[in-house]
Protein backbone atom coordinates (compact mmCIF):
# COMPACT_ATOMS: atom_id res chain seq x y z
CA UNK A 1 0.00 0.00 0.00
CA UNK A 2 1.15 3.78 -0.53
CA UNK A 3 1.70 5.48 2.76
CA UNK A 4 1.30 9.13 3.12
CA UNK A 5 2.87 11.39 5.51
CA UNK A 6 2.12 14.74 6.16
CA UNK A 7 3.77 17.67 7.74
CA UNK A 8 3.34 19.63 10.10
CA UNK A 9 0.98 17.28 12.22
CA UNK A 10 -0.62 20.43 13.48
CA UNK A 11 0.36 24.20 13.58
CA UNK A 12 -0.43 27.59 14.96
CA UNK A 13 -0.72 30.25 13.06
CA UNK A 14 -2.27 34.08 12.78
CA UNK A 15 -5.20 35.78 10.97
CA UNK A 16 -3.32 36.58 7.46
CA UNK A 17 -0.27 34.36 7.74
CA UNK A 18 0.23 32.05 4.81
CA UNK A 19 0.71 28.39 5.96
CA UNK A 20 2.04 25.39 3.88
CA UNK A 21 1.41 22.08 4.50
CA UNK A 22 3.21 19.28 3.06
CA UNK A 23 2.21 15.61 1.54
CA UNK A 24 4.47 13.32 0.81
CA UNK A 25 3.47 9.51 -1.07
CA UNK A 26 5.64 6.64 -0.10
CA UNK A 27 5.90 6.11 -4.50
CA UNK A 28 5.05 8.29 -7.16
CA UNK A 29 1.20 8.71 -7.54
CA UNK A 30 1.78 11.28 -10.31
CA UNK A 31 -0.80 13.96 -9.66
CA UNK A 32 -3.38 11.77 -8.33
CA UNK A 33 -3.77 13.75 -5.20
CA UNK A 34 -6.55 15.55 -3.24
CA UNK A 35 -6.76 17.97 -0.18
CA UNK A 36 -9.75 18.05 2.10
CA UNK A 37 -10.85 20.65 5.22
CA UNK A 38 -12.41 19.06 8.17
CA UNK A 39 -13.48 21.27 11.15
CA UNK A 40 -14.60 19.29 14.52
CA UNK A 41 -18.07 17.50 14.79
CA UNK A 42 -18.24 18.24 10.34
CA UNK A 43 -18.02 15.88 7.25
CA UNK A 44 -14.99 16.88 5.25
CA UNK A 45 -15.01 19.41 2.55
CA UNK A 46 -13.01 18.62 -0.94
CA UNK A 47 -10.93 21.55 -1.62
CA UNK A 48 -8.23 20.46 -4.25
CA UNK A 49 -8.63 17.69 -7.12
CA UNK A 50 -5.77 15.96 -9.78
CA UNK A 51 -2.74 18.04 -7.21
CA UNK A 52 -3.87 21.46 -7.59
CA UNK A 53 -7.47 21.87 -9.16
CA UNK A 54 -9.55 23.79 -7.22
CA UNK A 55 -12.99 21.94 -6.49
CA UNK A 56 -15.83 24.31 -7.72
CA UNK A 57 -16.99 27.29 -4.97
CA UNK A 58 -13.81 26.62 -3.13
CA UNK A 59 -11.98 30.25 -3.12
CA UNK A 60 -8.44 30.89 -4.60
CA UNK A 61 -6.72 31.20 -1.26
CA UNK A 62 -6.57 27.88 -1.35
CA UNK A 63 -3.78 26.25 -4.29
CA UNK A 64 -2.00 23.04 -4.13
CA UNK A 65 0.98 22.09 -6.32
CA UNK A 66 2.95 19.40 -6.58
CA UNK A 67 4.04 15.93 -8.53
CA UNK A 68 5.31 12.40 -8.09
CA UNK A 69 5.38 12.03 -4.27
CA UNK A 70 5.98 15.27 -2.73
CA UNK A 71 3.03 17.92 -3.05
CA UNK A 72 1.79 21.33 -1.04
CA UNK A 73 -1.40 22.79 0.01
CA UNK A 74 -1.04 26.59 0.66
CA UNK A 75 -3.20 28.81 2.19
CA UNK A 76 -2.36 32.61 1.23
CA UNK A 77 -4.20 34.57 4.11
CA UNK A 78 -5.62 32.28 6.98
CA UNK A 79 -9.16 33.57 8.10
CA UNK A 80 -10.95 32.09 10.87
CA UNK A 81 -13.05 30.31 8.76
CA UNK A 82 -10.01 28.27 7.99
CA UNK A 83 -8.73 26.68 11.22
CA UNK A 84 -9.36 23.35 10.71
CA UNK A 85 -7.71 19.86 9.92
CA UNK A 86 -6.60 19.19 6.58
CA UNK A 87 -6.19 15.53 4.92
CA UNK A 88 -4.63 14.73 1.89
CA UNK A 89 -5.83 11.59 0.03
CA UNK A 90 -3.74 9.57 -2.73
CA UNK A 91 -5.91 8.18 -5.66
CA UNK A 92 -3.37 6.44 -8.09
CA UNK A 93 -3.76 3.04 -6.58
CA UNK A 94 -6.03 1.21 -4.73
CA UNK A 95 -6.35 0.96 -2.02
CA UNK A 96 -6.24 5.06 -1.67
CA UNK A 97 -4.93 6.01 1.27
CA UNK A 98 -4.87 9.57 3.29
CA UNK A 99 -2.49 11.23 5.18
CA UNK A 100 -2.55 11.48 8.69
CA UNK A 101 -4.38 14.95 8.70
CA UNK A 102 -2.20 18.52 9.67
CA UNK A 103 -4.36 20.72 12.40
CA UNK A 104 -4.35 24.51 12.10
CA UNK A 105 -5.05 26.36 15.18
CA UNK A 106 -4.96 29.89 15.97
CA UNK A 107 -2.08 31.46 17.46
CA UNK B 1 -29.14 21.24 -4.90
CA UNK B 2 -26.96 18.31 -4.41
CA UNK B 3 -26.88 16.01 -0.98
CA UNK B 4 -25.83 12.91 -0.04
CA UNK B 5 -27.66 11.53 2.61
CA UNK B 6 -26.30 8.97 4.39
CA UNK B 7 -28.82 6.35 6.85
CA UNK B 8 -28.77 2.94 8.78
CA UNK B 9 -26.39 3.70 11.40
CA UNK B 10 -26.86 2.59 15.11
CA UNK B 11 -25.10 0.17 18.04
CA UNK B 12 -24.66 -3.09 17.04
CA UNK B 13 -22.75 -6.08 18.89
CA UNK B 14 -19.56 -7.43 17.49
CA UNK B 15 -20.15 -10.05 15.00
CA UNK B 16 -23.42 -8.53 13.59
CA UNK B 17 -24.17 -6.79 10.89
CA UNK B 18 -25.31 -3.75 9.49
CA UNK B 19 -26.35 -1.99 6.22
CA UNK B 20 -25.63 1.80 5.19
CA UNK B 21 -27.59 3.48 2.55
CA UNK B 22 -26.20 6.66 0.94
CA UNK B 23 -29.17 9.04 -1.25
CA UNK B 24 -28.05 10.78 -3.85
CA UNK B 25 -29.40 14.15 -5.20
CA UNK B 26 -29.18 16.95 -7.00
CA UNK B 27 -26.87 15.36 -9.42
CA UNK B 28 -26.52 12.71 -11.94
CA UNK B 29 -25.69 9.78 -9.86
CA UNK B 30 -25.03 7.33 -12.17
CA UNK B 31 -22.07 9.63 -13.64
CA UNK B 32 -19.85 9.32 -10.26
CA UNK B 33 -17.48 6.54 -8.89
CA UNK B 34 -18.66 6.47 -5.11
CA UNK B 35 -16.65 5.86 -2.01
CA UNK B 36 -17.49 4.98 1.94
CA UNK B 37 -14.89 6.76 3.84
CA UNK B 38 -14.93 6.32 7.79
CA UNK B 39 -13.61 8.31 10.87
CA UNK B 40 -13.10 6.33 13.98
CA UNK B 41 -13.75 8.77 17.25
CA UNK B 42 -10.71 10.99 17.80
CA UNK B 43 -8.73 9.85 14.50
CA UNK B 44 -7.88 10.75 11.07
CA UNK B 45 -9.98 9.80 8.02
CA UNK B 46 -9.74 6.11 6.64
CA UNK B 47 -10.57 4.58 2.96
CA UNK B 48 -13.06 1.81 3.19
CA UNK B 49 -14.40 0.98 -0.31
CA UNK B 50 -15.21 1.92 -4.02
CA UNK B 51 -17.90 1.33 -6.46
CA UNK B 52 -17.82 1.81 -10.13
CA UNK B 53 -20.22 3.40 -12.46
CA UNK B 54 -22.50 0.90 -12.82
CA UNK B 55 -20.92 -1.05 -9.69
CA UNK B 56 -20.16 -3.95 -10.93
CA UNK B 57 -16.17 -2.92 -10.19
CA UNK B 58 -15.24 -2.62 -6.31
CA UNK B 59 -12.34 -2.24 -4.24
CA UNK B 60 -11.94 -2.54 -0.27
CA UNK B 61 -9.44 -1.57 1.98
CA UNK B 62 -7.66 -4.82 3.98
CA UNK B 63 -9.56 -3.87 6.51
CA UNK B 64 -12.88 -4.81 5.48
CA UNK B 65 -12.29 -6.88 2.51
CA UNK B 66 -14.45 -10.35 3.17
CA UNK B 67 -16.54 -8.89 5.66
CA UNK B 68 -18.20 -5.61 3.63
CA UNK B 69 -19.95 -5.43 0.61
CA UNK B 70 -20.20 -1.96 -1.07
CA UNK B 71 -23.13 -1.85 -3.81
CA UNK B 72 -25.69 0.60 -5.54
CA UNK B 73 -28.74 0.85 -6.95
CA UNK B 74 -28.64 3.36 -9.91
CA UNK B 75 -32.46 3.13 -10.26
CA UNK B 76 -32.71 4.65 -6.44
CA UNK B 77 -29.50 6.80 -6.54
CA UNK B 78 -28.46 5.03 -3.83
CA UNK B 79 -24.88 3.59 -2.27
CA UNK B 80 -25.03 1.19 0.01
CA UNK B 81 -22.38 -0.74 2.70
CA UNK B 82 -23.41 -3.70 3.97
CA UNK B 83 -21.06 -4.52 7.05
CA UNK B 84 -20.81 -8.47 8.38
CA UNK B 85 -18.83 -9.66 11.20
CA UNK B 86 -18.51 -5.92 13.02
CA UNK B 87 -15.93 -5.56 15.08
CA UNK B 88 -15.67 -3.12 17.86
CA UNK B 89 -12.57 -1.57 15.44
CA UNK B 90 -15.23 -0.69 13.14
CA UNK B 91 -16.85 1.74 15.38
CA UNK B 92 -16.62 5.04 13.40
CA UNK B 93 -18.50 7.69 11.72
CA UNK B 94 -19.28 6.50 8.00
CA UNK B 95 -19.35 8.77 5.08
CA UNK B 96 -20.06 8.24 1.83
CA UNK B 97 -18.57 10.41 -0.83
CA UNK B 98 -17.41 11.15 -4.72
CA UNK B 99 -14.07 11.65 -3.52
CA UNK B 100 -12.75 13.67 -6.05
CA UNK B 101 -14.86 15.52 -8.72
CA UNK B 102 -17.00 16.59 -7.90
CA UNK B 103 -16.45 16.06 -4.43
CA UNK B 104 -19.40 15.99 -2.95
CA UNK B 105 -19.81 14.37 0.97
CA UNK B 106 -22.50 13.40 2.84
CA UNK B 107 -22.88 14.37 6.79
CA UNK B 108 -22.18 10.66 8.07
CA UNK B 109 -23.72 8.18 10.12
CA UNK B 110 -22.62 6.82 13.41
CA UNK B 111 -21.69 3.11 13.54
CA UNK B 112 -21.21 1.77 17.16
CA UNK B 113 -20.02 -1.38 17.54
CA UNK B 114 -20.32 -2.77 21.25
CA UNK B 115 -21.45 -5.67 23.56
Known amino acids: DIQMTQSPSSLSASVGDRVTITCRAS??????LAWFQQKPGKAPRSLIY???SLQSGVPSKFSGSGSGTEFTLTISSLQPEDFASYYC?????????FGPGTKVDIK | QVQLVESGGGVVQPGKSLRLSCAGS????????MHWVRQAPGEGLEWVAV????????KYADSVKGRFTISRDNSKNTLYLQMDSLRREDTAVYYC????????WGQGTLVTVSS
Open chain 1, 27 to 32: QVISND
Open chain 1, 50 to 52: AAS
Open chain 2, 51 to 58: ASFDGRQT
Open chain 2, 26 to 33: GFLFDGFV
Open chain 2, 97 to 104: ACLMTPGY
Open chain 1, 89 to 97: LQYNTYPFT
